[in-house]
């Protein structure tokens, strides 16, 4: 009988223990709050469906990827507290992937159509020509002016980064499309 009253007040402690535990972890002053998902915070949960119909089978993980990264580095500039960004494949005919699929979720996030116009907005890349002028009047500084060229991202196929064999200094690899060719070529000459 004695026995059973020590283990009795045992589990009792024990169960006061673990309440206060978890008592302190709710507070709001607490440094170890618990991280509550979409479901319970609130928050976002966005699909985008890629379409990679002009994108070659071999190109594709990649392409998601890249896609992947540049929406992470997007959704990041909300300072949100644990964004997931992820792809996912979906459906496979004959070794050919049919959906793609992009999935974003912000936990928390209080103006949806802010973020929906972030993660969508299509960046523009131009490239232009610099003119250099004579000085401003006070001051030594030529002023530059920028002048459009036509030559956009739009006739780029892809950008990539590698480093020079000799000394390791980066080097940006520019794939242009035909028209894209035949315009840098006479923009550089």
């Known amino acids: 009988m004695f026995k059973q009253r ?15 535990f978890v008592y302190q972890t709710e507070s709001s002053n607490s440094n ?12 976002s949960h966005l699909v985008y469906q890629a379409d990679v ?14 896609l992947r990264n540049v929406i992470e580095r997007r959704v990041n500039l909300f300072g949100v507290s644990e964004p997931i960004v992820q792809t996912e ?6 070794g050919k992937t049919i959906a793609q699929k992009l999935i ?13 116009e972030m993660i969508g907005k299509t ?22 002016t920028l002048i459009p060229t036509g030559l956009t991202g739009r006739l780029l196929k892809r950008a990539a980064l590698e ?4 000394i390791g200094e980066p080097q ?3 794939n242009f499309t035909d028209e894209g060719k035949e315009l840098f070529a006479q923009i550089t000459k």
């Open 172 to 174: 940006v690899l520019l």
């Open 6 to 20: 020590i283990i009795a007040l045992l589990v009792i402690v024990a169960a006061v223990g673990i309440g206060y």
């Open 53 to 66: 119909s002009e994108v070659a089978a071999g190109d594709i993980a990649s392409s998601m990827e890249a």
């Open 32 to 43: 170890y709050n618990f991280k509550l998902g979409l479901d319970l915070n609130g928050g």
């Open 104 to 116: 974003v979720e912000l936990p928390g996030v209080a103006n949806i159509d802010k973020a929906i």
């Open 123 to 144: 960046p523009l890349l131009e490239f232009k020509l610099v003119q250099e002028g004579p000085p401003a009047a006070g001051t030594t500084t030529p002023t530059l």
């Open 89 to 94: 494949s979906a459906g496979l005919i004959a």
């Open 163 to 166: 480093f020079g064999q000799n």
